[in-house]
């Protein structure tokens, strides 16, 4: 029989305790405060309104960082059509430099950091 990768091996304290960790049930007697947690969660409405106010949290704590990571992307996308404008000489160097907010040698920095041809 050939184990997952994602499968802990071995005897050891930490493989063992991995192992109880993927289970839907832990009774084991190595890990006693394991073994309590897992049935106050999985048995009790306390533990149950605990461990949904986690996930909540997690949801809450993905979704912000996700609105985070989506508006970093949109701004750089937005400076390198500027960029773009710029280097095609549509727009002046120091016009771009104001939209963006930045001084001019700022905004030359920044062009040639991501590749830009500099006016």
């Given at each position: 029989?050939?184990?997952?990768?994602?499968e802990p091996a071995g005897d050891d304290h930490v493989s063992v305790f991995m192992r109880?960790?993927?289970?839907s049930a832990v009774e084991d007697f190595r890990f006693p405060q394991l073994t309590r947690r897992m049935s106050e969660i999985k048995d009790t409405e306390g533990g149950l309104s605990a461990m949904c106010k986690s996930i909540e949290e997690l949801v809450l704590k993905g979704f912000a960082e996700g609105r985070q990571e989506g508006w970093?992307?949109?701004?750089?996308?937005?400076?390198?059509?500027?960029f773009s404008l710029i280097a095609d000489g549509d727009i002046s160097l120091e016009?771009?430099?104001?939209?963006?907010?930045?001084?001019?040698?700022?905004?030359?920095t920044a062009m040639a950091e991501r590749g830009f041809a500099l006016p």
């Open positions: 029989m050939t184990k997952s990768l994602s109880c960790m993927k289970q970093q992307e949109g701004w750089q996308e937005g400076e390198n059509v500027v016009r771009g430099a104001e939209k963006l907010g930045l001084a001019p040698e700022q905004m030359r």
